[in-house]
């Protein structure tokens, strides 16, 4: 700022007040002599620029006096100016400028050109210093994440330190383990871990040692330098609310000269800056993570989950409703709770959610709801959600859909019914085998006998074939009944399985001859199984008889053995009708049938699916509708064990 020399016009003696408190404010170091160079009065920039070169404003003055002596000039005349350099004592020499209006000579320091380029440069170093930090600032409150956030204090490191090696580590507040790394040069290997601190900075920014985790974090006097071709290096830690989050490292190449002080005060003010934006970051991060968490938690739960806030709009239903009642987010979220619920159980439920947003929890209420197909039953019970405030926010109902349950109670009935009839069938079973019995054995001999004399009537031997058959029959039939109540409790034996295959086909002979099909063999040679050999071949008979029922005439059963790791595999293959998609999921349900009315009992593949799985085994099947069905057992070869 320069000074006007208009204002200094006077005649001597004192400023007058006005012009004393403009010249004091001016930033140039001004004195004023009279004619004699007697100092009148200095501002304070005179006296910090005396004092700079180990002098008094009067030293100042009197050092000029002695000067213009020497080289035999003298005040300069009134409007004049001239300059004098001056040696003062333990100093180098300094230039002043004397100019004179009236009575009055204005004495002028003039700083050394050298001074005012390193002011300068300082100034314009400290303006672009803040104007990075202010861009930093910017940009770390912009960040969406960690990983942004990291970026964006890297590009400010390298604008701030140019040329430097520096690291940035972001780390886990309550563990230590490192979350994010920045580096550019070159780190030496395993450098960047654990995160050594150094002790005086520990100390400044007051962080607790107890707390932090020593496998992870150390305390230094000194830290090692991380990266290789590095002399020197300075740190900072990156400390929020009493909490490590991170550090940054700071390495000068060698041969790089710079101001490390001032580098490492700049460091400190920027960790400073970067520690709470990390801070928040990780808060955001948490908050955001515990947010989807509790929204995926609502969302997949496997109840019926709803909520409404104060003006009974759905701000919640999860997935668990949109598959029970068919309408999608879009078609639910801000209507009325109460539009989805029939207009006859509009009284009752409101009045249930206006109790719940009094604060009364309700006790399990059935209500139903509108869906895409109709209604459907349901039950809720209600709870109020309250604000951190402790105000009511809204009701959550939490319920199950009693189709289900329902559907769950008549399984049990059913359950309940075919225990009834188990029960039933043991007892009459006794009361038909006994006269069973006997008819089969006589019509048996009586078939026999007749057939051995020549004049026997053929229609009498068909009469007497078609009893014993029929009695077997019914034999075979009352068996499974006992089968499927109370499984038989014969001891397992090792039996080869292509054996007890030619066993059930032995019996199954009449069956494939009356069906008009053939049989074909296709075994591999196998270890032998543990199994009870009634039962087992009690399976196949089901199974070839039921392959020769779903065939016309000309088609063909194939068994097939062979080894899948260490389970024996046994396949039934028809060339039939093959099931329909619709029924293959019930097809070893009890009772269930496809047969017509009179011709099956629904009991055969309940009853081989329960001696299959007995054995410790597994039965499935696989058809299509015209291409014959294949039902495929594995069973495990002896000594491994069943599943």
């Known amino acids: 700022m320069k000074s006007d020399s208009r204002v200094l016009r006077m005649s001597g003696g004192a400023l007058p007040e006005i012009y004393q408190d403009l010249f004091e404010l001016l930033d140039e170091p001004l004195a004023l002599c009279d004619p004699a160079l007697k100092l009148l009065t200095a501002n304070p920039c005179f006296e910090r620029?005396?004092?700079?070169?180990?002098?008094?404003?009067?030293?100042?003055?009197?050092?000029?006096?002695?000067?213009?002596?020497?080289?035999?000039?003298?005040?300069?005349?009134?409007?004049?100016?001239?300059?004098?350099?001056?040696?003062?004592?333990?100093?180098?020499?300094?230039?002043?400028?004397?100019?004179?209006?009236?009575?009055?000579?204005?004495?002028r320091g003039q700083p050394e050109p050298v001074r005012l380029m390193v002011a300068e440069r300082a100034l314009l170093e400290q303006a672009r210093t803040e104007g990075v930090l202010l861009d930093l600032s910017r940009s770390v409150a912009e960040a969406g994440g960690e990983e942004e956030l990291v970026a964006a204090v890297a590009r400010g490191v390298k604008e701030l330190f140019p040329s430097r090696a520096f690291c940035i580590r972001i780390v886990d507040a309550r563990t230590g383990g490192l979350t994010s790394l920045y580096a550019e040069g070159r780190l030496k290997e395993g450098a960047h871990e654990p995160l050594v601190l150094k002790q005086s900075a520990v100390k400044k920014t007051h962080l607790d040692v107890k707390v932090l985790p020593a496998d992870r974090v150390v305390v230094s006097r000194e830290v090692p330098l991380l990266f290789q071709g590095c002399a020197h290096g300075v740190s900072a830690p990156l400390v929020a609310s009493g909490q490590l989050v991170g550090a940054i490292n700071m390495e000068y190449p060698e041969g790089l000269e710079a101001d490390v002080a001032h580098d490492e005060r700049v460091l400190l003010q920027l960790a400073n800056q970067v520690a709470v934006a990390v801070r928040n970051a990780k808060l955001i991060d948490e908050l955001t993570f515990v947010r989807k968490y509790l929204e995926d938690l609502l969302e997949k739960a496997n109840a019926l989950i709803l909520v409404v806030n104060q003006d009974k709009r759905v701000v919640v239903f999860n997935r668990a409703l949109t598959a029970l009642t068919g309408f999608t987010k879009d078609e639910v979220l801000g209507k009325d709770a109460l539009s989805f619920i029939p207009e006859s159980e509009h009284m009752r439920v409101g009045a249930i959610f206006s109790a719940a947003m009094q604060g009364e929890s309700a006790n399990t209420f059935e209500t139903r709801l509108r869906s895409s197909n109709g209604e459907v039953r349901v039950a809720f019970a209600t709870s109020t959600m309250l604000t951190p405030q402790g105000e009511v926010e809204g009701v959550i109902a939490i319920g199950q859909d009693l189709t289900v349950l329902r559907e769950l109670e008549r399984r049990i009935v059913h359950a309940e019914k075919l225990a009834t009839i188990g029960q039933l069938a043991a007892s009459v079973v006794h009361e038909i085998n006994n006269p069973m019995t006997a008819v089969a054995a006589y019509s048996e001999s009586l078939l026999m006998n007749a057939r051995l004399r020549p004049d026997s009537n053929p229609a009498d031997l068909e009469k007497l074939r078609k009893i014993q058959e029929s009695s077997q029959r019914i034999l075979r039939f009352t068996k499974d009944l006992v089968s499927y109540a109370r499984p038989a409790k014969d001891k397992p034996e090792k039996v080869l399985l292509t054996a007890v295959l030619d066993q059930a086909v032995g019996y199954c002979e009449h069956v494939v001859t009356q069906a008009k099909v053939s049989v074909r063999r296709e075994y591999t040679e196998l270890p032998p199984i543990s199994a009870v050999r009634a039962n087992l071949a009690q399976v196949f008979v089901n199974l070839i008889t039921n392959a020769c029922h779903a065939m016309s005439p000309g088609g063909q059963v194939t068994l097939t053995t062979r080894r899948e790791g260490q389970d024996a595999v046994a396949e039934v293959r028809d060339t039939g009708t093959g099931i329909d998609p619709k029924n293959l999921r019930r097809i070893f349900d009890p009772f269930f049938t496809t047969k017509e009315e009179g011709k099956g009992t629904g009991l055969g593949l309940s009853i081989v699916q329960g001696i299959v799985e007995s054995h410790g085994g597994r039965i499935s099947v696989d058809s299509?509708?015209?291409?014959?069905?294949?039902?495929?057992?594995?069973?495990?070869?002896?000594?491994?064990?069943?599943?």
């Open 49 to 107: 620029f005396s004092t700079s070169h180990a002098s008094t404003p009067e030293g100042v003055v009197s050092a000029v006096l002695e000067t213009l002596a020497r080289i035999r000039s003298r005040v300069p005349e009134e409007g004049d100016t001239c300059e004098v350099e001056l040696a003062l004592q333990g100093s180098r020499p300094v230039r002043v400028k004397l100019t004179r209006r009236g009575s009055t000579v204005l004495v």
């Open 624 to 643: 299509a509708l015209g291409q014959g069905t294949t039902f495929t057992l594995r069973l495990p070869l002896a000594g491994t064990g069943g599943r």
